[in-house]
């Protein structure tokens, strides 16, 4: 697999052949983005939203992303948006040090290593904007991405018990970290 990086936007082959690329959402994408998140939102496995934003919020949203600053990047698999990737800084200056992670996938596109080129994307632009911590959550019914989150050096802070309650289970939150080297 070729990695092509320019102006953040990484391009590249997925392990099944299709071309991939992710870069920097812009508002043009937000229906294709909650049309994206409508099946994984459905599910409600793995994703910690209840609903998709409409047209109007999806667009603010990405407006708002831009001007302080954050990072919203669309995953198109042969031209079409099958998931996101996003940094959050901290919003007061004494957090603004840390983001949180968040990221998506859609199922039918799992499992060709797009997973790790979103990793490697996002550490990517924290390390240029100089961020220290990069956190983030993951259910505990979830190991494949537990386990990709550690192989990335994601440490665990800790977990909530009992955090979730998902078609009436209960299960764990954890709370996983990633500290860049600032010596």
Same mark, same amino acid.
């Given at each position: 697999?070729?990695?092509?990086?320019?102006?953040? $936007?990484?391009?590249? *082959?997925?392990?099944?052949? #299709?071309?991939?690329?992710?870069?920097?959402?812009?508002?043009?994408?937000?229906?294709?983005?909650?049309?994206?998140?409508? #099946?994984?939102?459905? *599910?409600?496995?793995?994703? +910690?939203?209840?609903?998709?934003?409409?047209? *109007?919020?999806? +667009?603010?949203?990405? &407006?708002?992303?831009?001007?302080?600053?954050?990072?919203?990047?669309?995953?198109?698999? &042969?031209?079409?948006?099958?998931?996101?990737?996003?940094?959050?800084?901290?919003?007061?200056?004494?957090?603004?040090?840390?983001?949180?992670?968040?990221?998506? $996938?859609?199922?039918?596109?799992?499992?060709?290593?797009?997973?790790?080129?979103?990793?490697?994307?996002?550490?990517?632009?924290?390390?240029?904007?100089?961020?220290?911590?990069?956190?983030?959550?993951?259910? *505990?019914?979830?190991?494949?991405?537990?386990?990709?989150?550690?192989?990335?050096?994601?440490?665990?802070?800790?977990?909530?018990?009992? +955090?979730?309650?998902?078609?009436?289970?209960?299960?764990?939150?954890?709370?996983?970290?990633?500290?860049? &080297?600032?010596?």
């Amino acid at each position: 697999m070729s990695l092509k990086q320019e102006l953040h $936007i990484y391009t590249f *082959s997925a392990k099944n052949g #299709a071309q991939v690329v992710i870069r920097p959402a812009v508002k043009i994408d937000a229906k294709k983005i909650i049309k994206a998140a409508e #099946a994984i939102v459905e *599910s409600r496995e793995y994703i +910690q939203k209840e609903k998709t934003r409409s047209l *109007s919020e999806e +667009q603010a949203f990405i &407006d708002k992303v831009e001007r302080e600053g954050h990072l919203y990047a669309v995953v198109e698999v &042969d031209g079409t948006i099958h998931g996101i990737a996003r940094v959050l800084r901290g919003e007061l200056e004494m957090k603004r040090h840390c983001g949180v992670f968040r990221t998506w $996938i859609s199922e039918d596109v799992q499992g060709i290593g797009i997973g790790k080129i979103i990793m490697k994307y996002a550490l990517d632009w924290c390390e240029k904007e100089g961020l220290y911590k990069l956190w983030l959550t993951v259910f *505990s019914s979830n190991p494949f991405a537990h386990k990709l989150y550690e192989r990335y050096g994601f440490v665990i802070e800790g977990t909530q018990k009992d +955090q979730l309650c998902i078609n009436g289970e209960y299960e764990d939150e954890i709370y996983m970290a990633y500290f860049f &080297d600032k010596k």
